[in-house]
Structures are given as structure tokens and as C-alpha cells.
């Protein structure tokens, strides 16, 4: 087999046995729609916290499931009723502060860009450093959520693909894969960089993923 091809087996490996995104962990059918565009937002800030990230997922669950969905439901539940959703899905040593992140950045979405993120994203122009700026701005989003965010929305928003952010390159590198986003990307194709990137993260955060993924492509 070529280096390509082995490059090509690994990348492939890893999308069948890894390559689930964490918005579709969440439950969420990601679309260029308001409502599932702010889920997403919610779930990046969850998993900014130093917390696993299968407890951030169970939150997300939870605070969806309570009918938290939009920034206006978010904004007009009650500090308490966000701390309980959050408790319900075992997200608790941040529950209070990370309650009331959630309200106001719902609130300062609401007053910015009326609850739509897809005028943020018409603002950012197309540009992935400027997006992560008004990211950024929302309370408990900082570098690793607006990262992401952008990792997970390309397949949305593909004028932002492909997005592999250093922690996609670190897995690519400990696969054996380039470090350079746009030859990794042509190893998967557009349509399923967001997966890729969801596998590589993961490959880079726990090495039996990318031991796994190597013996199955026989690497």
C-alpha cells in the first residue's frame, strides 16, 4: 500500500470507529437553523470546563431536554431551573456558575443578534479568526469552546472548513497523518471534516483511540 493509501486507511478507520461529532453525541441534528446552531453554542461552553466531556454531553441533554433550546427559553428560565438541569445531567461541580453564564449569554445573544447566530456569522465574513472573536464574547465560551464551535459547525458552514485547530493536528500527528489541515482534509473529504475532526481530537486526547484506529487499518 502507498503512504497515501495508508494515510487514506487510517483517516477512514478512524471516521467509522471515532468519527462521531459531540453535537450528535448531544442529540443535536446540527443545521443552519437558530435553534440547533445555539445547542451547539451551549454545548461548546459546557465543554470549555475542565470536566469530561461525556458529563458535558449528558448536560446538554438535560438542559435541552427541560426545553432549554433557544436563547429565550434559556434567558427566561430561572437561575434555578438552569442549576437543576445541569445537576440532572451530573454536571455539578460548575453547576452554579456555569447557570449563570448560561443566562447571560443567552441574554447578550438576544440583544446582539436576536438569538440567531447566522448574523454572527455573517458578520465574521467568512473569517474563522474574526467568528472566534464574537465567540468569545459570549460568558463561559473562551478559546476551547469557540474551537469547538468552529470544528463542529463547518459542516454547516463550510466557508470555515476545513477547521482542524491544533488539539486535530496533535491527533493527525500521533496517527502518523500531516499536520496540515487542508492535506488532512482531502484525505476524508468536505462533507465529513467535521467527523474527522471529532476523531482526531479524540486521538489526541486518549492514545487507545489511536491505537485502536491504527490496528484497524492494519497500520
Not at 456555569?98 to 447566530?117: F, H, I, R, S, Y
Not at 473529504?189 to 487507545?208: Q, W
Request: proline share 5%.
Amino acid at each position: 500500500m502507498s503512504a497515501r493509501g495508508g494515510q487514506r486507511a487510517l483517516a477512514h478507520a478512524l471516521l467509522e470507529r471515532h468519527g462521531e461529532t459531540v453535537a450528535a453525541r448531544s442529540g443535536i441534528r446540527l443545521a443552519n437553523t437558530p435553534q440547533p446552531l445555539y445547542q451547539l453554542l451551549v454545548l461548546a461552553g459546557l465543554l470549555s470546563a475542565p470536566i469530561r466531556a461525556s458529563v458535558a454531553v449528558a448536560a446538554a441533554r438535560a438542559l435541552f431536554d427541560a426545553g432549554l433550546r433557544t436563547p429565550r427559553r434559556m434567558a427566561a428560565a430561572t437561575w434555578q431551573q438552569r442549576v437543576d438541569a445541569l445537576g440532572e445531567g451530573g454536571y455539578r461541580r460548575y453547576d452554579e456558575r456555569t447557570a449563570t453564564q448560561l443566562g447571560d449569554g443567552a441574554t447578550l445573544l438576544l440583544d446582539t443578534c436576536g438569538g440567531d447566530l447566522r448574523r454572527m456569522r455573517e458578520a465574521a465574513g467568512g473569517e474563522a479568526t474574526a467568528l472566534r472573536r464574537e465567540l468569545q464574547k459570549v460568558p463561559g465560551l473562551g478559546p476551547t469552546g469557540s474551537h469547538i464551535f468552529l470544528r463542529e459547525v463547518q459542516g454547516v458552514w463550510p466557508e470555515f472548513a476545513p477547521y482542524l485547530d491544533a488539539k486535530a493536528v496533535q491527533g493527525a500527528e500521533r496517527l502518523g497523518l500531516p499536520g496540515d489541515p487542508r492535506r488532512l482534509a482531502r484525505l476524508v473529504g468536505a462533507d465529513r471534516t467535521a467527523a474527522f475532526a471529532s476523531g482526531l481530537v479524540r486521538a489526541a486526547l486518549d492514545r487507545s483511540v489511536a491505537e485502536d484506529v491504527r490496528e484497524a487499518a492494519g497500520a
